[in-house]
């Protein structure tokens, strides 16, 4: 609780996303996106852009249908951590992103980074870069090269 305290305390930011309702979770699926392509995040469901908490509705299937939502609209699929967390009184819902060495993700066919509080649509040359990156991550093992058959493998 104190960290929720915490993360409303510092307001929005490169990491904190406020949204009044799921009403708005295409945005915030944008936002998650955007966070899993840099440093993770939290989006709250049930504040307000100020800080100021509303409450949200939550039960069991209002928590499926964001997970639903985040998986269908993502690619490669995110899978975020949905928590009901009371806040001043009131019930809200608290999303948490991990930084994923999948990126870039896309959401709703397009590739998301967070700077400052707001989302940006990656341009081709920075998606390309993470692209890349993911590619090096994986290794040299993992790159094929164009025009290679088996008789190219070198078995020792």
């Not at 915490?6 to 915030?28: C, I, M, P, W």
């Not at 993992?142 to 008789?151: E, F």
Request: proline residues 4%; hydrophobic residues 35%; charged residues 20%.
């Amino acid at each position: 609780m104190d960290d929720v305290q915490h993360l409303l305390a510092s307001g929005e930011s490169q990491t904190v996303e406020f949204k009044k309702s799921t009403a708005s979770l295409r945005e915030a699926i944008e936002t998650l996106c955007a966070f899993a392509n840099q440093h993770g995040g939290y989006v709250i469901f049930g504040v307000d852009d100020n800080g100021t908490v509303i409450g949200q509705q939550v039960s069991d299937d209002t928590l499926k249908n964001i997970a639903n939502a985040v998986q269908l609209n993502t690619d490669p699929k995110l899978y975020p951590t949905l928590e009901q967390v009371d806040i001043a009184g009131k019930s809200c819902i608290l999303v948490t992103i991990e930084e994923s060495p999948l990126k870039p993700h896309l959401a709703y066919g397009r590739a998301y980074l967070r700077v400052g509080p707001t989302n940006q649509q990656l341009d081709r040359e920075h998606y390309a870069q993470l692209l890349q990156q993911r590619f090096n991550g994986y290794g040299f093992d993992h790159l094929v090269q164009p025009g290679a058959t088996l008789a190219d493998i070198d078995t020792d």
